[in-house]
């Protein structure tokens, strides 16, 4: 089992910036699947960003937070962020980190395994 916790969420201004944290425990997730996920009540989870399973390779939605946030991963910490700049008021949503253990889609929330309890994020205008 895997446990994560996220951390970093907050209230900032339209174009401050916020770190998000997401540490693990119960085993280490270097070789698992990590990602963001965003949700605004009345909708699903929104994919956000993440760092494959097996590389250092990452994943972001187009247009909506490419260019502006970035994920990344410390094993040292068994510590997942993510980095938001430049933030609006559309990225106001609870955010949520999770795992995946096996192969999948980086971007289907189907696909993981572990979720964290969601960190609010609130951006004013």
């Known amino acids: 089992q895997v446990q994560l916790v996220e951390s970093g969420g907050g209230l900032v201004q339209a174009g401050g910036s916020l770190r998000l944290s997401c540490a693990a425990s119960?085993?280490?997730?270097?070789?698992?699947?990590m990602g963001w996920f965003r949700q605004t009540p009345g909708k699903g989870r929104e994919f956000v960003a993440a760092?494959?399973?097996?590389?250092?390779?990452?994943?972001y939605a187009d247009s909506s937070v490419k260019g502006r946030f970035t994920i990344s991963r410390d094993n040292a910490k068994n510590t997942v962020y993510l980095q938001m700049n430049l933030l609006k008021p559309d990225d106001t949503a609870v955010y949520f980190c999770?795992?995946?253990?096996?192969?999948?889609?980086?971007?289907?929330?189907?696909?993981?395994?572990?979720w964290g309890q969601g960190t609010q994020v609130t951006v004013s205008s």
């Open positions: 999770a795992a995946r253990v096996s192969s999948g889609s980086n971007y289907d929330s189907r696909s993981y395994d572990y």
């Open positions: 119960g085993r280490t997730i270097s070789t698992y699947g």
């Open positions: 760092l494959a399973k097996s590389s250092m390779n990452t994943y």
